[in-house]
């Protein structure tokens, strides 16, 4: 449990607490240090960087390629409609300048679809650098905490 909030927050003492260790300062400086525990959180933070760019793309292929019928129904809907099962995704700005008059936003395509683009080209790279620069910053922790510690 240590690894998976330590992945999630960055703080040591805090993911040692949460995970119940009863010193959590001393015993999370002591877990960080493990092997077998740092190569875990590698594991995770390698995880949670494919996962947030999954989550990426497919939030840019919804403003690329969704579907504004809601946004439209929006524009013909009486103020006692249940508003809540609408997809509003693509919309950027709604705005009501005069009495009966709206104006809708949308988020732009091409620039999503760039956006697209860019992301599939430069994924792998950018990637393992973000990963290399998260591992080198682990492995400064590591030394200085097991420095403290032995």
């Known amino acids: 449990m240590f690894c998976v909030f330590y992945a999630q927050n960055g703080n040591v003492t805090e993911s040692a607490r949460l995970a119940g260790y009863a010193s959590p300062q001393k015993d999370g400086s002591f877990l960080l240090v493990r092997d077998d525990v740092s190569e875990y959180i590698h594991s995770l933070y390698k995880q949670n960087l494919q996962y947030l760019s ?3 793309v497919s939030g840019y292929e919804r403003l690329a390629f969704g579907n504004v019928c809601d946004a439209v129904k929006l524009l013909f809907a009486d ?4 508003l809540e099962n609408y997809d509003l995704f693509n919309v950027a700005e709604i705005k009501r300048p005069k009495e009966n008059c709206m104006e809708i936003k949308f988020f732009d395509r091409l620039k999503a679809l760039e ?6 080209s430069t994924e792998k790279s950018s990637a393992s650098d973000f990963y290399n620069a998260v591992l080198g910053g682990l492995k400064n922790s590591q030394n200085y905490g097991g420095d403290d510690l032995q």
């Not at 956006?115 to 599939?120: D, P, S």
């Open 79 to 82: 103020s006692s409609e249940n």
């Open 115 to 120: 956006k697209l683009e860019l992301l599939n």
């Open 54 to 56: 999954q989550k990426a």
